[in-house]
C-alpha cells in the first residue's frame, strides 16, 4: 500500500478532511460514507477511501483493502437502512458520467431497480 494521499482541491477528500459539510453515516478505518446529496433512491450513500484515488481500479491497486472494505461498508449501510438488496454502482470516466475523481461506490437501495442501467 502507498502513503495515503490527499488533494486539497479534491471535493470528496475535503468531506474525508471535515472541511465540507456532509451527512457521514459511517466511519471505517480505510473509508468514510456519507449521503448524496441529489439522492437518486431512498438510500442513497457514497462510500469512498479515505486515501485520494481517481477511480475505483486505480483504489483496488493501490489498497486492496479499502476496496474491500468499500464492498463490505456498502453492505453494512445498507442493512443499518433495512435493505438486504441494494446496487453499487462504481463510474470510472468521464464518458460514463463520472463527475468527481475521487473514488466513490454509490450504494444505493429502497426501490426497484431496472437492468441495465441507464
Ligand atoms: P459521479 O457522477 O459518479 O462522479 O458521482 C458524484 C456524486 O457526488 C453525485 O451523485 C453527486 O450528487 C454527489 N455529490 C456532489 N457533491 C456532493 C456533496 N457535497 N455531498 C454529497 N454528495 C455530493
Sequence with gaps: MSTPSTD??????????????????????????FRDIAPQAPTHVLVVPRAHTPNAPATAEDDAAAFAEIALTARTVARAEGHEDFRIVFNCGAGVGQTVFHTHAHVLAGRPMGWPPG
Excluded: K, M, N, S
Aim: net charge negative; charged share 25%.
Design 8 to 33: 486539497p482541491e479534491c471535493l470528496f477528500c475535503r468531506i474525508v478532511a471535515g472541511e465540507i459539510p456532509a451527512e457521514i453515516v459511517h466511519e471505517g478505518e480505510r473509508t468514510v460514507a
